[in-house]
């Protein structure tokens, strides 16, 4: 999977020294303290830590749905949100974002023809996630799988460079989970930047490297094996665990 970083000298995604905060008056907070990292071209970055640690709040900003307080977030070398991204860049997110009361097909059609693609375009996406025996089935009579299937369908029909999937597996059975990994691997090695948020640990192991986010900060990001040999661990979520440990306990 490896030779990204000598492969491709620009970063997909770059996030440098990003601050957020929301909410608004007494609410307001920070939620993310100056996080800095850069997201390697065509490969599949695991976006991984607890719920409420700042994953959705990140993916906002990149796609642009959420204002920078300080530092900078770039996609393809330009400023999240600008408008030429439109077609570099797709987006699901958390809440299935199709429409129920119509088709598979008919919800792909209408995303292709919101980001000016033609309806091959539309077919071929529904190849890319093996749903073309589906294609005229209302929505709301399919599994989780296959609307998480269609909700990806709907982000490819524009042949986008970036892909910023929002916990597309949550909920999922551990096979149907393992089949959208592949789906996602397939896209990466056409040459597709996936950015992928989690807050199931385990999923590390389908990624290339893992962002490890807790609380607003980046604790760790590298490839699964790199992180567990460092921290001496067998798996993502120890490694985690270790990492906190050695966190509170001031060393590093
Ligand atoms: N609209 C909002 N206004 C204020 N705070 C918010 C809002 N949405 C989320 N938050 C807070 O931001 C923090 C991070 O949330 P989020 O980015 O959704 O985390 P995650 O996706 O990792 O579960 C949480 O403390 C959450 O309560
Ligand atoms: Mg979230």
């Not at 990140?58 to 530092?71: D, E, M």
């Not at 949100?81 to 598979?104: F, K």
């Not at 792909?108 to 996630?129: K, M, P, W």
């Not at 524009?158 to 592949?182: C, F, M, Y």
């Amino acid at each position: 999977m490896g030779d990204t970083r000598t492969a491709h000298a620009t970063p997909a995604i770059e996030i440098d020294s990003l601050v957020v905060a929301r909410g608004k008056g007494k609410a307001r907070k920070e939620i993310l303290h100056g996080v800095t990292a850069d997201i390697p071209t065509g490969s599949i970055t695991g976006l991984l830590g607890p719920s409420g640690c700042g994953k959705t709040t990140l993916i906002r900003t990149i796609v642009g749905a959420q204002k920078i307080t300080s530092g900078a977030v770039r996609v393809l070398g330009q400023a999240a949100g600008s408008p030429s991204l439109r077609s570099q860049l797709a987006y699901t997110s958390q809440q299935l974002s199709i429409y129920p009361d119509i088709t598979v097909a008919e919800n792909v059609e209408y995303f292709a023809a919101l980001v000016g693609a033609d309806s091959a375009s539309a077919q071929q996406a529904l190849d890319t996630v093996d749903l073309e025996d589906y294609a005229d089935r209302l929505v709301s009579t399919l599994s989780g799988g296959q609307a998480s299937r269609t909700s990806l369908a709907c982000a490819l029909v524009g042949n986008p460079q970036v892909l910023v999937l929002d916990e597309p597996t949550v909920g999922l059975d551990p096979l149907t989970r393992q089949s959208l990994w592949a789906t996602f691997r397939q896209l990466a090695k056409s040459g597709v930047t996936l950015l992928i948020s989690s807050h199931v640990m385990d999923e590390a192991r389908y990624c290339d490297s893992v962002l490890l986010m807790r609380e607003g900060h980046f604790l760790a990001h590298e490839p699964l094996a790199a992180l567990q040999e460092r921290t001496s661990t067998a798996n993502a979520e120890d490694a985690f665990l270790a990492l906190i440990g050695s966190d509170d306990g001031g060393e590093v």
